[in-house]
Structures are given as structure tokens and as C-alpha cells.
């Protein structure tokens, strides 16, 4: 089994080669040679795109359990205090802790190459997790249509929470969310003759102002929705009248209804925006995720089980507009996502996260423990 050390050399090396969805070639590469260093008597490994499916025979294999971790990471430039193993690749960073994630997925999959488990377990390494989505095209795959799972379980790291504390409530979870980009055409020009173009830094200007109206007006207060706006582009020198503008953002919701009711909201915005600044307007949802739903049951065997463990510091949370592609599994096949603390000053997205390693030999054992016992009630 991997050790605690080598745990943390494995975080650290994956740290330092963040790509984004589907270019995780350096990734994959690595994470096999982690995998294929294992006892690989009861193991099956499998490429799919720039992902791994690995399957474990079981002694009894009456079922199968899976485990999943996201592999990408973002195109944030890093601002850590690490010294020695920061993002080799620059503009790219592990900031939503994939890295974590795959690390905790390599240990405990190198313990049951060790020691055969009861059931069949199925770990897959899902890429593009922060876009365009990878476990929708999984779902589809042909290792999935050979080794369904019964049951399945993922973690996402969690800065505000101390090390060892682990949070999950049953029904939902995250959000659903979809991606918004917006862009605008209109007419540039002299930036000494305003009256002869049409800028779309002003329109852009207006449109960001009136979508934040969206949730404030148009959701009912005691639901849930956001509209971020993440990027605003346009024009490409400050005495010339902008073009063109681009527009991206997040929508998320607690219901299928509010997201539908938030994107017609955005288009007749929209639409006023392409009459009253008489520009072109278009609207791309890009990648859409489903909501993540904990299955009843089987997150409350594994709370019961968090109760019982003394290391684990258990906390029922309450549901965040994250957004998640294990929702896609979780549609299909029963099963849960917690939260794992890992005590980091600074949150998911940000470009000075830094997790607490000592979250990673905590989360491989409280899987383990976990797994032995569901396989074996
Ligand atoms: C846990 C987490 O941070 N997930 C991401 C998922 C991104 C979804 C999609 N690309 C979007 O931006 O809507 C999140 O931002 O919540």
C-alpha cells in the first residue's frame, strides 16, 4: 500500500501538472505509472479518453461499489507559498483540489490491489470535471456498460472545514448549474467620434448591471440562484469604441424550474440589450450539470458509520451551489459526495489555496474503513 509519505510526494508531483478537461494526457501518463507500480493479480486497467477506469475483482463480487475522482484542473495562475512543487505549467493550477482528490483515489485503490476486497470496486479517474464535463461521456462508456456499479461514492475538499471533519447530508448536495457566454457585436470606431459606432463595452456594461437583477427580482427569495459573471472582454485599445464584447459567467440553482425560469429571464435581457444598443446579440449555455442528489440510504449508512468513528469529526451541512458532474452519476446509480476538510485560508477557485496535507492518509483510511465495512454488513 501506498505509503503516507509517498502520498504526499504523489500530491505534490500531480500538483505540479495541472491541465484542463480532456488535455490530462501528462496526468493519465502519471496515474498509470502510479497504478501499474501496484499488485495487479485482481486488477483491470482501462484508458478511456484521457480518464482511467481500474477494476478490482472481488473475492464475492455479488456487487459493485465505485469510487470516483476529477483529474483537471483550472486556468488559474498560481499564487501559493509552495516552494519546490508549484504548477509547472503556467496559467494552469490545481485551485478545486483534483490533485487531492487523485492522490486519495491512488491510495486507496493501492490498498485493495492488496487486499482483494469482498465486492467488485470500480475507481475511475473522470476527466474535465470543471468543464465541459467528463462523467456524462463516461456514463456512456463501454467499461461502464461492463462493469455498472451498484453503488458509488466521491469527495470534493472542502478549505473552510479543519482536517478530519467530513460533511454530507442526505438529498441534495450541490446545484445544477450551466455555463453562460454571451457575446455582442455591434460597431466600433474613433473614440473622438462616439455618435458614428456602437460600443459594446457600454452594452456589455448594462447587460453585467441587469442580469444581477435576475436573482434579486426574479427568484423566490426563499429558493435559491446565482448568476456570477466571471469574464467581461472587450474592445482592444483605450481610444478605439469596442466592437465587440464577451460576456462569460455560472448559473446555478437549487431546481430544474429556477434554472428555466433564470435562462428566460437572461434572454429577454438579452434581447433588450440587441434592441436598445441595435447591436447583435447570441447566447451559448456551454456545459450544463445536473444537480448532485446524496441517496438516502446510502448516506445514511455512511453517516452512521462517520458517527461511530471517533476520528471523524461529522458535520451535517447544509446544501452549496457548487456544482458538480457526479450529479450525472448519481442520476443513474445510487450513491453519495461528502465534503472533506482540509483547512486552507484561502477557498476553491483561488489562486493561494493550499490544503492541508494531512487531510489526504485521513480521507484513504476513513474510504477504506468505510468500504470494509459496507461490503461486509
Ligand atoms: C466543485 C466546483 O467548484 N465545481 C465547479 C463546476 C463547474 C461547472 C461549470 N463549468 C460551470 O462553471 O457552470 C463549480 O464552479 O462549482
Known amino acids: 500500500m501506498i505509503s503516507q509519505e509517498q502520498l504526499v510526494q504523489i500530491r505534490r508531483e500531480l500538483h505540479q501538472i495541472p491541465e484542463l478537461g480532456y488535455e490530462?494526457?501528462?496526468?493519465?501518463?502519471?496515474?498509470?505509472?502510479?497504478i501499474e507500480q501496484m499488485n495487479d493479480e485482481f486488477l483491470t486497467i482501462e484508458k478511456w479518453e484521457t480518464g482511467i477506469f481500474v477494476h478490482v475483482q472481488g473475492r464475492e463480487p455479488s456487487r459493485t461499489i465505485a469510487y470516483r475522482a476529477d483529474i483537471d484542473g483550472l486556468p488559474i495562475e498560481e499564487q501559493t507559498t509552495y516552494n519546490g512543487f508549484r504548477s509547472v505549467h503556467h496559467g494552469a493550477m490545481h485551485a478545486c483540489g483534483h490533485d487531492v482528490h487523485m492522490t486519495i483515489a491512488l491510495g486507496v485503490l493501492s490498498y485493495f490491489a492488496e487486499n482483494q476486497p469482498k465486492w467488485n470496486h470500480l475507481f475511475i479517474f473522470q476527466p474535465a470535471e470543471e468543464g465541459p464535463g467528463g462523467a456524462k461521456?463516461?456514463?456512456?462508456?463501454?467499461?461502464?456498460?461492463?462493469?455498472?456499479?451498484?453503488?458509488?461514492?466521491?469527495?470534493?475538499?472542502a478549505p473552510e472545514y479543519p482536517v478530519g471533519t467530513i460533511a454530507t447530508k442526505p438529498g441534495l448536495l450541490f446545484a445544477n448549474t450551466s455555463e453562460l457566454f454571451?457575446?455582442?457585436?455591434g460597431k466600433g470606431g474613433h473614440a473622438a467620434f462616439p455618435h458614428t459606432a456602437n460600443d459594446m463595452v457600454v452594452a456589455a456594461s448594462h447587460l453585467v448591471t441587469q442580469l444581477q437583477t435576475i436573482v434579486a427580482r426574479n427568484v423566490n427569495p426563499l429558493d435559491a440562484g446565482?448568476?456570477?459573471?466571471?469574464?467581461?472582454?472587450?474592445?482592444?485599445?483605450?481610444?478605439?469604441?469596442?466592437?465587440?464584447a464577451v460576456i462569460e459567467g455560472t448559473i446555478r440553482s437549487r431546481s430544474i424550474e429556477t434554472m428555466q425560469t433564470i435562462k428566460k429571464r437572461v434572454e429577454a435581457l438579452v434581447n433588450g440589450i440587441e434592441v436598445g444598443f441595435e447591436c447583435e446579440a447570441s447566447i451559448d449555455y456551454g456545459s450544463n450539470y445536473c444537480q448532485v442528489y446524496n441517496d438516502e440510504a446510502l448516506t445514511g449508512t455512511f453517516i452512521e458509520f462517520a458517527e461511530r468513528n471517533e476520528s471523524i469529526n461529522l458535520v451535517i451541512c447544509p446544501e452549496a451551489m457548487t456544482g458538480e458532474d457526479f450529479g450525472y452519476f448519481l442520476?443513474?446509480?445510487?450513491?453519495m459526495m461528502f465534503w472533506l476538510g482540509v483547512d486552507s485560508e484561502y477557498g476553491l477557485h483561488d489562486a493561494r489555496l493550499e490544503p492541508?496535507?494531512?487531510?489526504?492518509?485521513?480521507?484513504?483510511?476513513?474510504?477504506?474503513?468505510?468500504?470494509i465495512e459496507r461490503e461486509n454488513k
Open 226 to 244: 446565482v448568476v456570477t459573471i466571471g469574464v467581461i472582454k472587450g474592445g482592444t485599445k483605450q481610444n478605439i469604441i469596442a466592437e465587440t
Open 331 to 335: 442520476e443513474q446509480i445510487p450513491g
Open 356 to 371: 492541508n496535507e494531512k487531510a489526504i492518509p485521513f480521507a484513504v483510511q476513513t474510504i477504506i474503513d468505510y468500504l
Open 182 to 185: 454571451i457575446r455582442l457585436k
Open 24 to 34: 490530462e494526457v501528462k496526468t493519465q501518463r502519471y496515474l498509470l505509472e502510479q
Open 137 to 157: 461521456q463516461m456514463l456512456e462508456s463501454e467499461q461502464l456498460k461492463k462493469w455498472w456499479p451498484d453503488e458509488m461514492l466521491a469527495l470534493h475538499i
